[in-house]
């Protein structure tokens, strides 16, 4: 692991040495994991069933959350019986963060072998097993849903962790590019989803409330990028009808096989590319 000298520091995944950040409790070990280990760790046994999600986190610089997640998620879902394999996009350009395009990024470099996504944020981790990871067969799946997600409770809110089939993720053309800096992807998905003319449905019978989700998040800690400079407080509320996976550019630098504490992750370092007469609000000042 490595961070770039220049203006704001990103977050790099390297195979050449081992990291020096882990902490005491979850070690990171490279792709030369020995496959004794790996094999105790089954992600696609096929006596599960047929479907197999790809558990997509956008990522920027939450290394010690990502630390937790992975192995908390992977012992999740094998307790689940939830073929899945865990795919951290790590955005390393400097560009604000664009959480939409690095789902969008995720769908497509997340291979043919699995046929669902989870949209995960990597500071929200499930606390009740009885929540459905399972494939999304009537329409997409919102499993942090407003009356249970510990911080957003307005009925279209649908951020988190939704889980959809690709072939509906196609349907919507993906998530809009245009949000860089925190907020409002979520929203304009929403629209997408009714577009689309997918119902949505969310769980039922889940008697944990606002505990049903661990917040890892620490906001005075690590500062959310709020900010809308002049044009992008004009555009925040539209309907984006034309970008998504259509219009989506990005260069992927490299790919590694990470395990965190036993658990398999792989990690793809991603630069996300911007139009600037588009988006100009993609570079802040």
Known sequence: MMYSSRRKPVLYFKEERSPSHASASATVHRHATPLSILRGLSTDDTSWGPHKLALVVPFRERFEELLVFVPFMHTFLNKKKIRHKIIVINQVDHYRFNRASLINVGYLESGNDTDYLAMHDVDLLPMNEALDYGFPVDGPFHVASPELHPLYHYKTYVGGILLLSKRHYHMCNGMSNRFWGWGREDDEFYRRLRKAELQLFRPSGITTGYK??????????????????????QEQFKVDPDGGLTNLRYQVESRQELTISGAPCTIINTKLECDQNQTPWCLLG
């Open 212 to 233: 049903t989700f661990l917040h890892i998040h620490d906001p005075a800690w690590r500062k959310r990028d709020q900010k809308r400079v002049a044009a992008q407080k």
